[in-house]
């Protein structure tokens, strides 16, 4: 690649690596935010006090502490249930858990989207509680809230290099592993910029291209 530095040009599959990593990271992560982010809105809708009560104090709890110190819980609760030594299961875990509380929220606003005569049908028909969410009311809040969810997954990506705090060579990480041997810090990380750039860039267009759809419509 014309212009970049020798030692950093050998260093380019050591930060593909790194991006690779970043990426599995990224989509683990994002899969257990949305389960998470499901199974908290449904609970703050129940109308039974103490359901509403674990799903509000879920969400306070991961919105009220920093992320890496979620982190460190994780990663050090870990051992004690025999996983010690896996930093991309403590990663993943942390970083989805974290995130699960964000979308919850981003489902639970876009809830009005759903009346309540559709409710009472769904209950008319003899859908249970849990099937009147899953058939009727999920279908129309993913739908909306779609464009939030991709946003919230855009930040999701760029908290990944808290993951370096337990030693996952991520791709943040793997820049400076690299930065430390070339000294040339202004290369590696305009590459490690790109790197980022080339998971979120499909993000964001799919963000524009829902909300000038949205417009349109």
């Known amino acids: 690649m014309p212009g970049l530095d020798e030692q950093v040009l050998a260093a380019l599959p050591e930060l593909g690596r790194g991006l690779l990593m970043t990426l ?26 103490p359901w509403r009560a674990v799903g509000r104090l879920y969400v306070s709890l991961m919105r009220g502490t920093p ?36 979308v919850a929220e981003i489902l639970r606003v876009n809830q009005s989207l759903v009346t309540r005569g559709q409710r009472e049908a769904a209950r008319t028909l003899g859908l249970s509680r849990v099937m009147t969410w899953w058939y009727v009311i999920n279908p129309q809040v993913m739908h909306a809230a779609l464009p939030m969810l991709v946003n919230e997954f855009t930040i999701l990506l760029k908290t990944t290099p808290l993951a370096s705090v337990v030693a996952l060579t991520e791709l943040t990480y793997a820049g400076q592993i690299v930065i430390a041997r070339t000294y040339d810090a202004t290369q590696v990380l305009l590459l490690v910029s790109a790197g980022y750039l080339l998971i979120a860039l499909p993000l964001i267009s799919t963000v524009r291209h829902l909300e000038a759809k949205r417009r349109t419509a």
């Open 24 to 49: 599995i990271l990224t989509v683990l992560a994002a899969l257990l935010s949305l389960v998470l982010g499901q199974l908290i809105c449904f609970l703050q809708l129940r109308r039974a006090w």
């Open 67 to 102: 992320a890496i110190v979620q982190l460190f819980v994780v990663f050090f609760t870990l051992p004690r249930l025999g996983l010690g030594g896996q930093p991309m299961l403590a990663a993943v875990l942390a970083i989805g858990m974290n995130s699960g509380a964000y």
